[in-house]
């Protein structure tokens, strides 16, 4: 790690982990009654917060050292009360940032008084289990890194563990689908945008999660119809989508789907979960972002009404 601004030596820092992430902390005088916490980024060290150990902090950059990895994240703060959290996962090639820009999701989230964090894959992908990526291939687990961002956000932003949410595009959208089925604990809804599982991956959630599933019906990378796909990672043989929505609807054990042009809606389904599957006519490998159907405002607008 690079040295903090202002030229603290390393021996003027005391380093804390709590659930596997790494703090580095400003020192602290006997008499003062404030400190300031530093977070360790990608970039360097830099100021996050002033303010009593129990103040939140500030918008920015993260780091989690977890596995013997650092793993980076970007997190957005809404700027009044806190009303839930949304891990928001970008696709192959692409980072945190890349995500938080082609979304726009901080202002749907802001609406809602979510926090949302853009965090960073491994060679920018995801181990999500299909083996179509470096991380999938060197034994990287990304459920037990994305769990432990979950764990830290929720105690940092003292968020109700009933609001955790995690959405994403393309190889982000096959992490968000493998994180809602392994981890249904800390998830109480999923809104994957053309993504679904690969075909040997198991879906066995220990309880009912909430599910819009958005995918283009034209889409020329992650075939609508599933079967195989080359990636930017190397090939796979994935779920179609159709295939995708009634598994979840069985999971859930959800009632026969209320069918409408472009889309299929179960309700009334395990724990009052619904599974909404939403079909982009023409749609290519896209986050949509047009007035008729906007995945970011729609997504917050379904975590808001479906939490635990």
Do not use: K
């Amino acid at each position: 790690m690079s040295q903090p601004a202002g030229g603290h030596r390393r021996d003027a820092r005391r380093f804390v982990s709590v659930h596997g992430v790494v703090s580095i902390l400003a020192p602290v005088p006997r008499t003062a009654a404030r400190f300031v916490v530093v977070i360790a980024t990608l970039l360097g060290i830099a100021a996050a917060a002033v303010g009593p150990a129990s103040a939140a902090p500030a918008a920015g950059q993260g780091l989690l050292s977890i596995g013997g990895m650092q793993r980076t994240y970007l997190v957005h703060v809404p700027p009044g009360p806190v009303n839930g959290l949304v891990i928001n996962l970008h696709g192959a090639g692409l980072t945190g940032r890349d995500q938080q820009l082609t979304t726009n999701y901080d202002a749907a989230a802001d609406r809602y008084g979510f926090v949302v964090a853009y965090p960073d894959g491994i060679d920018l992908s995801w181990a999500d289990g299909r083996g179509a990526s470096v991380p999938d291939r060197q034994g990287v687990d990304d459920v037990g890194f994305l769990s432990t961002l979950i764990t830290e956000l929720t105690r940092q932003y003292a968020v109700n563990p009933g609001r955790v949410f995690v959405t994403g595009m393309s190889a982000g959208a096959f992490m968000a689908q493998r994180l809602a089925c392994d981890r249904a604990d800390l998830v109480a809804a999923v809104v994957p945008v053309a993504g679904t599982l690969g075909a040997a991956v198991p879906c066995a959630p220990s309880r009912p999660v909430s599910v819009l599933e958005v995918h283009g019906d034209a889409d020329p990378v992650v075939p609508f119809g599933g079967g195989p796909m080359v990636g930017r990672g190397g090939p796979s043989v994935i779920v179609s989508a159709p295939a995708m929505a009634d598994r979840w609807r069985a999971v859930n054990g959800c009632p026969p789907p209320a069918v409408t042009p472009g889309r299929t809606v179960s309700t009334g389904c395990a724990d009052g979960t619904v599974v909404d599957f939403v079909t982009i006519s023409g749609g290519g490998h896209v986050w949509p972002t047009w007035p008729g159907f906007d995945a970011s405002a729609a997504g917050a607008d379904f975590f808001a009404t479906h939490g635990r």
